[in-house]
């Protein structure tokens, strides 16, 4: 319980480190709210009055603890580009980015373990070079990239979907789903190049190890020793490289948005930001923050269950 306890105490002041540097740094960079929304036109006197409005004329800490403690309680702000709370316009778009990170991250689950243990299987062999150069060559590969070649293919050429026609899961979630198979697609190929490559040089490395050749000396086949041993002993950098994944799968599907017209929180993110639109990007930026912290602190709490020996690591630290 103490190291849980640790590890939660740790998480807070991460994420109170986060909140700091995402409210101060949108203080410090260039760009004027009040000269956005006015125009360089505007007279002093209506600049005056619109920094009074959004807040703008009280002192920096103050203004940080009036965020803070709003945002902790589910007020997020109000936006200076649309004049309306932030959660409500995060709301649709957190759903909407939220289950194509989900998406994109079972598909490379389903797909990187037994590719991974495959490959880790087949050292030396002429399949073996060939999966390891297209490996090589899938990884090199940006999302987006792959989001624009896809769109081409199936959406100019074969005609499997029109870009850009995006259909809300409030309108029908069957054809929102498929929808967003392509784009979980582009994020998660990359994503299970990097897993499979990882995994299998872990494979590779247990399978010398004097339990493996036990195991076979018993008679053990070899797909069982792989499933039932190795992959056990695996299970901790894969649970590690995973929760990378995950936090590079949620900023992955940022970009992957723009190719595909997906009006999540990616997309309201870059227009924010272009928009000097403040309380929106903060609040994107430490949800963020939330989701990676989150992700890496669950992986950490299921590589002790599955490794003992790290708890008594962790003890003797």
């Not at 995060?90 to 389903?110: N, Q, Y």
């Not at 403040?278 to 992700?295: K, N």
Request: hydrophobic residues 50%; charged residues 15%.
């Amino acid at each position: 319980m103490k190291q849980i306890a640790k590890k939660v105490l740790t998480l807070i002041i991460t994420l109170f480190i986060v909140s700091l540097l995402a409210f101060f740094a949108f203080q410090i960079i260039p760009g004027n709210p009040t000269t956005k929304l006015l125009g360089t036109e505007a007279t002093p006197e209506a600049v005056a009055a619109l920094r009074q409005e959004l807040g703008l004329d009280q002192p920096v800490l103050l203004r940080y603890w009036q965020w803070l403690t709003g945002f902790l309680s589910g007020n997020f702000g109000t936006s200076y580009s649309y004049h309306m709370p932030v959660s409500e316009m995060l709301g649709e778009k957190l759903v909407i980015t939220g289950i194509l990170v989900l998406m994109s991250f079972a598909i490379t689950v389903i797909l990187s373990i037994p590719l991974g243990l495959m490959a880790g299987s087949m050292k030396n062999k002429a399949l073996d070079w060939l999966c390891t150069a297209l490996n090589q060559l899938i990884m090199s590969v940006p999302p987006f990239f792959l989001g624009i070649l896809g769109c081409f293919l199936f959406g100019t050429v074969l005609r499997w979907f029109v870009p850009g026609d995006f259909v809300s899961y409030t309108t029908d979630w069957g054809a929102f789903l498929r929808y967003l198979i392509l784009p979980a697609l582009s994020i998660a190929i990359p994503r299970t190049a990097m897993t499979v490559k990882m995994l299998r040089s872990s494979v590779l490395k247990e399978r010398g190890q004097d339990y493996v050749r036990t195991a076979h000396s018993r008679g053990s086949r070899d797909c069982a020793v792989l499933w039932h041993h190795v992959l056990k002993n695996t299970l901790v950098p894969t649970i590690t490289f995973l929760a990378t994944s995950a936090a590079e799968i949620m900023t992955g599907s940022i970009i992957v948005e723009q190719v595909f017209t997906i009006p999540g929180v990616g997309r309201l993110l870059l227009a924010s930001i272009l928009g000097r639109d403040f309380p929106v990007v903060q609040a994107i930026v430490v949800l963020l923050a939330t989701w990676i912290v989150l992700v890496h602190f669950v992986a950490d709490l299921l590589c002790q269950w599955v490794d003992p020996r790290l708890r008594q690591e962790g003890k003797g630290v």
